[in-house]
């Protein structure tokens, strides 16, 4: 038994593959590549393929196994100028798993139009399974990766209550779901060098108490004020809250952070 392979349509799959796993792997390590440096990675990974299949050692299945590590490396390579080993081995094994679930989607549509076709499948409408799989790969890691990066997602923070100028960096946290226990209003957390800086914007007659859990604590208690107002900045938006509520924090929040405030979302919400 044997199988008759069709050189030409075989680079033009791989080559269609390769640009979709370059796609996704940019996407999903933060990679960029020029149009031209893509198409002409994917070309060297397809031509490589094509030399492999027609080396004769062993089959054409042990042979592409084989050459999968080094073809990855090398499109990797040219497309995103990656010349780093741990982040070359990384992108093939990213690649790898984009590729092992653009399969399985690639193949879960081929079986269902195979049962409307009721024969073999053309190399056209393979092309076109193919793309459709992309776009269904393409658009759940675009979404997992700003989910990722709405939860790491800083702002800038003014308070004009305060004589001089302060702005400061807040953490975005979707995680963040701490209220005020009576109005039910969002409660922001602050550090403790932050809380001393703008203390005298603070109103006392606003003081708020606020229970919580965390993680390795089953329960505390926060004292928490409100400022008359919070200026929230990010990029060209900006948005003004009142009478915002914020509990101050004496651990959680490193004073050599990066960020001084945990951002409840509800503030960008509203």
């Given at each position: 038994m044997?199988?008759?392979?069709?050189?030409?349509?075989?680079?033009?799959?791989?080559?269609?593959?390769?640009?979709?796993?370059?796609?996704?792997?940019g996407q999903i390590l933060k990679c960029t590549a020029t149009h031209k440096r893509i198409w002409m990675g994917a070309a060297i990974g397809a031509s490589m393929i094509c030399v492999?299949?027609?080396?004769?050692?062993?089959?054409?299945?042990?042979?592409?196994?084989?050459?999968?590590v080094p073809v990855s490396i090398c499109m990797m390579r040219v497309a995103f100028r990656i010349s780093h080993g741990k982040k070359l081995i990384r992108g093939s094994l990213v690649m790898a798993g984009c590729g092992f679930f653009l399969g399985?989607?690639?193949?879960?549509?081929?079986n269902?139009?195979?049962?409307?076709?009721?024969?073999?499948?053309?190399?056209?409408?393979?092309?076109?399974?193919?793309y459709l799989s992309y776009r269904v790969l393409f658009k759940i890691v675009a979404l997992i990766r700003q989910k990722r990066e709405d939860c790491m997602r800083t702002v800038s923070i003014h308070v004009p209550e305060m004589q001089s100028e302060l702005r400061v960096?807040?953490?975005?946290?979707?995680?963040n779901h701490l209220t005020d226990p009576i109005s039910g209003a969002p409660v922001c957390l602050i550090?403790?060098?932050l809380a001393s800086q703008i203390r005298s914007g603070f109103r006392p007659?606003?003081?708020?108490?606020?229970?919580?859990?965390?993680?390795?604590?089953?329960?505390?208690?926060?004292?928490?004020?409100?400022?008359?107002?919070?200026?929230?900045?990010?990029?060209?938006?900006?948005?003004?809250?009142e009478h915002v509520i914020v509990a101050i924090c004496d651990t959680g929040i490193s004073e050599e952070?990066?960020?001084q405030m945990i951002l409840h979302p509800r503030l960008l919400e509203d």
């Open positions: 044997y199988y008759k392979l069709y050189i030409d349509s075989v680079f033009i799959l791989q080559m269609t593959s390769n640009l979709y796993l370059l796609s996704l792997a492999a299949i027609l080396v004769p050692i062993g089959t054409v299945g042990i042979r592409i196994f084989v050459s999968t399985s989607i690639m193949i879960w549509i081929l269902r139009l195979r049962m409307v076709l009721r024969g073999n499948v053309s190399l056209l409408i393979t092309l076109v399974t193919g960096q807040a953490l975005l946290d979707t995680g550090s403790s060098k007659e606003k003081y708020h108490v606020i229970p919580f859990r965390s993680v390795g604590k089953d329960n505390g208690i926060l004292n928490a004020y409100e400022l008359p107002e919070l200026i929230i900045e990010e990029q060209e938006q900006t948005v003004r809250k952070s990066v960020y």
